[in-house]
C-alpha cells in the first residue's frame, strides 16, 4: 500500500512537475482538495490525540488514494498538450495534497515524511512544523528538485526468502 498508493502517487507528481514546469506551476487550489486535505488534517490530529495510529495512518492513506485518483483523472500528461496552465493547475493541486502528507505522515514516517517534504521543494525543516503547514498553500513558482522514490518495492522472491529464514530462525528457536 505504501509503494502503490502513496510512493506511486508523490513519486509520479513530483516527476510530472519537475519535468514540466521545474517550479510548482501557478494555479488555484480546488475547493475539493482544500476540503479532503482538511478532512484528513483533522481526523490525522483526533486519531493521533488518542493514540489511535492506525486510524490516523489510515486518514492520510486516504487522502494519497484521493490524490492518485485526482492526478489520473485530470490527466495533466494529457492536458498539458493543449492547456499549459490548466496542467499546471492540476499539478500545483497534486503538489498541496504531496505538501499535506508530509505533514500528516511525519510523527510516524519523519524519515520519508521529510524526503517528500524536501522534493516539494520546502526551504524549512518539516521539524516542528505544525499541522497548519498541511493547509497552507504551496507557494507558486518555488522550486521542485530532481525526485527520488520513497520506497522500493521489494519483490516476491525476496519476500519468499526472508520468510524461509524466518520459518528456519524460528524453527531453531524451538528447538533450544
Known amino acids: 500500500e505504501l509503494v502503490g498508493t502513496l510512493g506511486n502517487f508523490v513519486y509520479r507528481t513530483l516527476l510530472f512537475a519537475h519535468k514540466n514546469f ?3 506551476p501557478d494555479g488555484d487550489i480546488d475547493p475539493e482538495v482544500t476540503e479532503k486535505i482538511a478532512d484528513a488534517r ?5 486519531a493521533f490525540n488518542e493514540y489511535e495510529f492506525k486510524r490516523g495512518i489510515d486518514a492520510a492513506m486516504n487522502l494519497a488514494a484521493f490524490g492518485n485518483v485526482y492526478f489520473q483523472s485530470n490527466e495533466p500528461w494529457q492536458l498539458i498538450k493543449t492547456d499549459a496552465h490548466g496542467a499546471g493547475k492540476v499539478v500545483r493541486n497534486c503538489l498541496q495534497i504531496v505538501k499535506a502528507l508530509a505533514v500528516l505522515l511525519e510523527p510516524v514516517m519523519p524519515t520519508t515524511a521529510s524526503a ?8 524549512a525543516g518539516l521539524d516542528g512544523a505544525s499541522y497548519d503547514e498541511a493547509t497552507s498553500e504551496i507557494a507558486v513558482g518555488q522550486p521542485i528538485p530532481t525526485p527520488a522514490m520513497l520506497f522500493a518495492k521489494i519483490e516476491d522472491k525476496t519476500i ?3 520468510e524461509e529464514i524466518l520459518e528456519e530462525r524460528v524453527r531453531k528457536a524451538v528447538k533450544k
Open 116 to 123: 517528500a517534504w524536501a522534493q516539494v521543494g520546502m526551504d
Open 42 to 46: 483533522g481526523a490525522v490530529i483526533a
Open 160 to 162: 519468499q526468502e526472508m
Open 22 to 24: 521545474g517550479t510548482v
